[in-house]
Each structure stands twice: as structure tokens, then as C-alpha cells.
């Protein structure tokens, strides 16, 4: 049921986008289903938000945005708790804390599943109204960020617990074939239009296209392998400073950082524990600094996100894709190997994530989704294991710190020609 929620929204007919939109909602309810309530409420770390947390937020969103603000006469469900699940709305006023949001021992899980329900039904009549379409779209869009977020959150919380914690009970798949030698897409360079130029949905950091001028180029086939980095590893490619960035360099020694977050020995955690490391699988939960140092290692460098981009845009997945951007019921949401740029991991850019040319943020809190967050962040492409299908885009830019690695991150190597 899992891989049947998409994410290519707005929809031309009011009932495909409530099909759209309960699908969403439902794969959200049945990604915190196999937690306890004990689960769902611990926060690991300030970078990731329980899963009832998650829950709870993307609920707040369509009360605040959709029903508060659309239909006439709703009441909260309960005023109290925009307080609890309003992220980083300065609009919106006063909000928790995000270090603290691992406190909220209440409400229950099933108190929150309740609310949802409430706001389920009570945003019915809102697919019939033209002005809402938009919204609604940003909404599902937002709901499936927030489910490879929960996913990633309640990973990284899980491989603390010293029994080792699986979430699901199978294995993670492994690649059915070896790592093929890594070939190139070579790119003559030239003017590329960059950027979101399609039908359909597109978050506001994806616009408006624009030209860009790219020297001539080659980007890798395939992502970096696990025994890849371990011939990193073993040639002292966590002890060389010479193939850091001065950040990354005073980052690895004041973490004591010599590997990807989650490995120990041969084995790394998934979401089914503990398993064996498979050496074709692509190298993921690494950080920029990281994946930098690595091509220095290499004798490449990281893509530009506009050179990774060009090659992309022959390689843009559909909704329809039955590749690796996909999301299947109880399954360790791990890398599966393969030659698209989509599916597998989000692959670090060289780009700095700033506004494109003629940038401007939406009117009114929503114009706070992208826009407040282009500073001291790089861009990354492509989707991960974790993505909903359908829901990334050659044009599609993720952005985190250039220490964090919490989410399922990898690198594609480049190189001028």
C-alpha cells in the first residue's frame, strides 16, 4: 500500500486530489505504526523531532492553513496546540521550543491520530474550491518531506538504544548485481535552463528558471560504493588534512568523526537493525564535509547543482516510476544500487543554497517555507531510499548544513573535461 502514495500534485479533478490527499495522510499514519507510544516521543537530537511530533505538525499545517484560514466558522481542535506543532512560523507566534519537542508526553499518539481524523474530514469541502488548489499541493508536498523526515528521525533515535532497535522485522535489501566500474556522462557545457519549467507542482526554491553557463563536463554513473570508501578509509582519508576543508578538517577533529555515521565494523544500523554492510550498496549518511574530502581523495570533485541538473534532466523520474524512488511497506528504506541519479541517495553539490535570479518569497507565513533558509547550507539532488515516489524532480533542491548526516546522504563524483 505504502509505494501506492504519490506526490505529483495539484490534480486537474477535486476527487483525484483527495484521493491524493488521503493517500498522503494515510502513508504518514502507517510509516508511526509499527512504533510504541515510547518511540514516537523520543527526540535523539535537536536536528530530528519525534514521530508523534511529525504527526502532530503536518496536522497543524492543514488546520492553520487550509482550515482556519479557508472555511468559515472552524474552530481549533484544540487551541492549545499550535503552540506545540508550529515548526519555525514566526507569522504564526509563539511555538516550543525545537530542543524541547521530545517532552511533549502529551498528548498521546492516539490523541493526535484523533485530531487527524477531525481535520480529515472537516477539509472535505475544500477540494471543490479553486482558491485552495495550491495550498493543497504545498501541503501534500510538505506532508512528504515530513515522512522521509520521520523515518530518518526515528532511525537515528533507535541506533542509540543499545539493543540495537529495528523498527521493521525483515531484512534491508541488498543490490542484486555488483557495482559496475564507474563510467561518465560527459556534457559539452554550454547555457543550461535551470530550474522548474514543467506542469505540476514545484516547491517556490525551484524557480524561476533561469539560464546558467556551464563549462564542459562529466558526471559519474553511479554512486560512491561502500567498498569505495573503505579504500578512503583505509588510505588515511580521515587523517590527511590535506583533502579537507578547513571546517570539515576542525569538524572531524573535534567529533572524533573516522567513518559514515552508522557503521561499526562490517555491519551498519537500518531500520531493521543491525546488518551486514554490503560493499556495492552506495556510501550514505556522510556529510559535505565528508563527500568533499572524498572526491579530493578521488582526483574529482563534487557537481555543481546546475551541472548535475543538465545530466538530470534526461533522467527526470515519473510518477509512475517503478525505480528506486519509491517507498514499500516494511521494508529498511535502504540504498538498492542502480544507475539513476534518482532513488537512492541525495547526492551532495558544491552549490552554496542561495535564491535563483529574480527570487521572491511568497506573501504571508507560507513565504517562510524556503526563502528564510538560503544561508550557510548546500544544495543536494536527486531523492533518497526514504523519498516518497514521485515526489523529487530534476529541478528539486534539498538543502542541510555541511555537518549533518542524519539523513540518507551520498555522493556522485565529477570532474572537468
Known sequence: MLAEAIARVPSDTADTLAENYHKTRGLTVALA???????????????????????????????????????????????????????????????????RRGMLSRPSVSEILDWRA????????????????????????HEQQHQELLLTDIKHALALNPLGAAMWSNAAPQPEEPAAPVGWHDHPGGIAMIGHQEQGFAFDNEGPAHRALLEPFALADRLVTNAEWDAF????????????????????????IDKPLYWREG??????GWQPRHPDAPVTHISYYEADAYASWAGCRLPTEFEWEAIARTDNPSLDSDGGNQLDAAVSPLPRGGQSLFGDCWQFT???????????????????YNGKFMSGQVVLKGASCATVRGHSRASYRNFFYPHQRWQFTGLRLAKDL
Open 33 to 99: 505504526e509499527p512504533l510504541s507510544e515510547a518511540d514516537a516521543t523520543i527526540q535523539s537530537m535537536e536536528d530530528a523531532s519525534p514521530a508523534k511530533w511529525h504527526l502532530g505538525h503536518t496536522t497543524w499545517f492543514f488546520e492553520s492553513f487550509l482550515l482556519r484560514d479557508h472555511l468559515p466558522d472552524y474552530r481549533l481542535y484544540d487551541e492549545r496546540w499550535p503552540f506545540l506543532f508550529n515548526s519555525y512560523y514566526e507569522a504564526e507566534g509563539d511555538r516550543l521550543l525545537r530542543a
Open 267 to 272: 555491519d551498519s544500523f537500518t531500520h531493521s
Open 233 to 256: 578509509i583505509a588510505d588515511g582519508g580521515y587523517r590527511d588534512p590535506a583533502l579537507w576543508l578547513s571546517d570539515g578538517w576542525a569538524w572531524v577533529q573535534r567529533e572524533g
Open 350 to 368: 558544491r552549490s552554496a543554497y542561495l535564491p535563483y535570479p529574480r527570487f521572491r518569497p511568497a506573501e504571508g507565513a507560507v513565504g517562510e
Open 118 to 141: 477531525h481535520v480529515d474530514a472537516a477539509i472535505e469541502p475544500l477540494f471543490d474550491d479553486p482558491a485552495c488548489r495550491d495550498l493543497l499541493a504545498l501541503g501534500l508536498a
